[in-house]
Nanobody, 120 residues
Framework: QVQLVESGGGLVQAGGSLRLSCAAS????????MGWYRQAPGKQRELVAT???????NYAGSVKGRFTISRDNAKNTVYLQMNSLKPEDTAVYYC??????????????WGQGTQVTVSS
């Protein structure tokens, strides 16, 4: 059973920084694509960033240049460094891991989420 535990959320003023962490209990961590998503009140969950097993990264346009995703395979942990935070970054942030594929869609496992609130 894959488990993901996020931490590092909190309240920060606009322009500030936070670093989210997501620890995964999966033996194949180094082989798995990891991602961060977020969901603001009344909105759909959206992609923030992903990182492949080789370290290739992908970012949503709204966070590019401000957020950095990274991974430490020795610690089975993925990070999201968030700088220059804006009030519109306020959301619950979820970590996920790609564990496989069906013929039609990816198989994702999700963490419980961590709240990030940016005050203006």
């Amino acid at each position: 059973q894959v488990q993901l535990v996020e931490s590092g959320g909190g309240l920060v003023q606009a322009g500030g920084s936070l670093r989210l962490s997501c620890a995964a209990s999966v033996g194949t961590f180094r082989s798995n694509v990891m991602g961060w998503y977020r969901q603001a009140p009344g909105k759909q969950r959206e992609l923030v960033a992903t990182i492949s097993s080789s370290g290739s990264t992908n970012y949503a346009g709204s966070v590019k240049g401000r957020f950095t995703i990274s991974r430490d395979n020795a610690k089975n942990t993925v990070y999201l460094q968030m700088n220059s935070l804006k009030p519109e970054d306020t959301a619950v942030y979820y970590c996920n891991i790609l564990t496989g594929w069906t013929p039609y869609s990816p198989i994702l496992r999700w963490g419980q989420g961590t709240q990030v609130t940016v005050s203006s």
